[in-house]
């Protein structure tokens, strides 16, 4: 065997940002020994200590989660030959910025050890990274352990990296946002994205043979091809002081890029797709990132935040091209998104409850997609939705799906499924609105919840609530509207349109005053139509909370801008005595439905039935398109001897009979039959007659 010997110092001094978390085959161990030069910037003892610690762990997952290579394992010792394996590991101090050695320094197969500490960096550098070099002699085997098992990681032609360790400095005298989330980070540093952008140069960007390999000096470009591929086509630019980051401003997948030369105060850069490009480009083995991102809740005071890659199997986060799925952990979470985030769409599988809460920021449906398949399970989406898709809200049966905030996008929506979609906000998404299944409850206080489109409402789904919709409602043959939650008043900007057998459920409770206003209180359900309303189907009535109708109360149902039609049917309620629940179209200067207790054959609503409703009924008698207010007592369209038999059956009975001192005055000692009713039965067999030779 040949004793060889070999230099290799690779240790680059470079600017710093960004991160998330996520596991694979590679393990970043960090090592605090040399954090001696601030009075110790990771103290354990101090919170600041800790939290530092926790991000160092959590820019780890990143790569961690994504890198597959097996690192292989560097152990000097006696080579078996007569003299030893030795090697001298090379990095920055990272509390002083000087050249540090380390001899013989056993590394596991897949550790990758950074030593990390702090000191005042020069000017306006946050940090410096880089992989570290070494000198070795020894038996070939051993010189060849070095490479960790990856091969062509040296010009010329260099096409992979192995990184052993290296370093990170911080700047000490710097204010830092070492939190987990965005939370206080105005005005701050991020340490966190600080962290991952260094660690990336740790890992090879900007540092290595087989990045240098593929820079284009004359255009100042990366060439790699994964990076071309995500950028266009384009190779894209590299920063011209160092040749060691992307060009100032790069940007992908709609943010800046995790490799940029500066990181902005207040900011928190996360990897984009051509960060990940070109770790692939020099070398590292990625993984795919899989189909369905699976929360888990995350470590013990760990907050739950979504980019927190201990939140999620494998710490893969739900990124765009991904399902975010959430199934049971727990009975109930609140996961916060910590700034604006792409996700290919959500699922809610399991029984646990869960609020995902936006705060100020937008979560990005890219296929517009949130499914719900659990029975009896409520999950919220609490903040912005934005589609970038035709959206398909999938809950199922006997589940509910709340959005308290906006959904904006130029996207239609689908309702499918038989479970319930809340939408309790504004939203200004201008697609049109399909209900194919289940319930859209509207319960917005302000604008249109559901948009600026129209929505329609077919066979077998629901629209119920009591917000607004601002765009025309078409309910299909077979659909249902329910305005109230219980009760309440639903508002239709545009226009209304019931077909074939569509049906409204109105509920009534007992009004709180018998002066009612065309927009109703909570006594009642209330359709308020601001443009036109063509009536059809059925309208079904239900007394609730032990509500029995009393003479003279009012429900406007429905008030319109205009109306045509009528519904082809009104279900029956059980009404007290003589009384009825009475449907008026376009009565008392309201345009729509009015419903009014009344007593049977009181056509003028004066709680007598006297020969003044007997004169309006004479009036109408035979004609057809009648109305109750015509003496069409019985519904049928027509007045005629039916209504005349109701009218006559609820003669008031205060006028139907003589005071006694006049029939002692004609001298009768019993009583007889009043003129008014031998009127009525005369004027019944001259108009039945009348109708019968008309035939």
Excluded at 23 to 51: C, E, K
Excluded at 241 to 253: L, Y
Excluded at 328 to 344: P, T
Excluded at 585 to 595: E, P, W
Aim: with cysteine; aromatic share 8%.
């Amino acid at each position: 065997m040949i004793r060889s010997t070999v230099s290799v110092l690779a240790v680059l001094v470079l600017m710093g940002w960004c991160c998330i978390p996520v596991f694979g085959a590679i393990d970043i161990v960090f090592d605090y020994s040399l954090d001696t030069a601030t009075g110790n910037f990771f103290d354990p003892g101090t919170s600041g200590g800790q939290a530092a610690r926790a991000r160092l762990e959590d820019a780890a997952g990143f790569y961690e989660s994504r890198f597959l290579d097996e690192l292989g394992a560097i152990e000097p010792g006696p080579s078996g030959f007569g003299f030893d394996n030795t090697w001298e590991g090379i990095i920055l101090h990272p509390g002083t910025g000087a050249v540090q050695n380390f001899n013989d320094v056993t590394i596991p197969a897949g550790r990758i050890t950074v030593w990390v500490g702090a000191f005042d960096l020069p000017g306006s550098l946050l940090g410096h990274g880089g992989p570290g070099g070494f000198n070795a002699s020894g038996s070939e085997v051993f010189l060849d352990s070095l490479g960790r098992g990856q091969a062509n990681t040296r010009s010329p032609n260099a096409t992979d990296v192995a990184p052993w360790g290296g370093s990170i400095a911080f700047d000490a005298d710097r204010n830092w946002h070492f939190g987990a989330t965005r939370s206080g980070l105005s005005g701050k540093v991020d340490f966190l994205s600080t962290t991952i952008h260094e660690l990336g140069h740790v890992l090879g960007f900007g540092a290595t043979d087989s990045f240098d390999d593929q820079i284009n000096m004359s255009s100042g470009t990366f060439s790699g091809s994964a990076s071309t591929a995500v950028n266009g086509g384009i190779n894209p630019g590299l920063f011209p002081d160092d040749e060691s980051h992307w060009s100032m401003g790069t940007q992908s997948d709609g943010a800046e890029a995790m490799m940029n030369p500066v990181n902005t105060i207040g900011l928190r850069v996360l990897p984009t797709s051509l960060d990940y490009a070109a770790f692939d480009d020099i070398g590292w083995e990625l993984s795919e990132l899989p189909s369905s991102a699976i929360w888990v809740g995350g470590d013990p005071g760990i907050p739950f935040n979504w980019v927190t890659g201990r939140n999620w199997e494998q710490h893969f986060i739900a990124r765009s091209t991904d399902v975010a799925l959430f199934s049971d952990v727990a009975a109930s979470y609140e996961v916060s998104l910590d700034g604006d985030w792409n996700v290919g769409s959500i699922t809610f599988s399991g029984q646990s409850n869960y609020t995902i809460s936006t705060g100020a920021n937008t979560l990005v449906l890219e296929t517009g997609d949130v499914t719900l398949s659990a029975d009896a399970a409520t999950h919220t989406i609490d903040g912005v939705i934005a589609l970038n898709a035709s959206g398909d809200f999938d809950v199922g049966a006997e589940g509910t799906l709340v959005i308290d905030g906006s959904i904006v996008g130029n996207w239609p929506i689908t309702k499918t499924s038989s479970g319930t979609l809340q939408l309790n906000a504004a939203n200004s998404y201008s697609g049109d609105t399909v209900v194919m299944g289940g319930e859209v409850l509207v319960a917005n206080g302000s604008g249109s919840a559901t948009g600026s489109g129209s929505v329609t409402v077919k066979s077998g789904a629901v629209l119920a609530g009591d917000g607004t919709v601002g765009g025309s409602v078409m309910i299909d043959d077979g659909g249902l509207l329910s305005p109230g939650f219980s009760r309440g008043v639903l508002l239709i900007n545009d226009d209304l349109v019931l077909s074939g057998t569509a049906a409204v459920n109105v509920e009534l409770q007992a009004p709180s005053s018998v002066t009612l206003t065309p927009v109703g209180g909570v006594d009642f359900d209330q359709l308020v139509v601001g443009g036109h309303a063509s009536l059809g189907g059925s309208l079904h009535l239900a007394l609730v909370d032990g509500y029995l109708p009393d003479e003279g109360d009012e429900f406007p149902v429905l008030v319109a801008g205009s109306r045509s039609g009528e519904f082809d049917g009104i279900s029956d309620v059980s009404m007290p005595g003589s009384t009825a629940l009475v449907p008026l179209y376009d009565y008392d200067g309201i345009v729509g439905l009015t419903l009014k207790v009344a007593h049977l054959g009181d056509a003028n609503f004066d709680s007598v039935v006297d020969v003044m409703d007997l004169g309006i009924l004479g009036a109408n008698f035979n004609l057809p398109g009648r109305e109750w207010t015509d003496g069409d007592f019985n519904g049928d369209g027509i007045t005629d001897v039916g209504d005349l038999g109701v009218l006559g059956a609820n003669w008031t009975a205060a006028e139907s009979l003589v005071k006694a001192p006049a029939w002692r005055s004609l001298g009768l000692g019993h009583a007889v039959p009043e003129p008014a009713t031998m009127i009525v039965c005369g004027v019944g067999f001259s108009l039945f007659s009348m109708r019968r030779r008309s035939l």
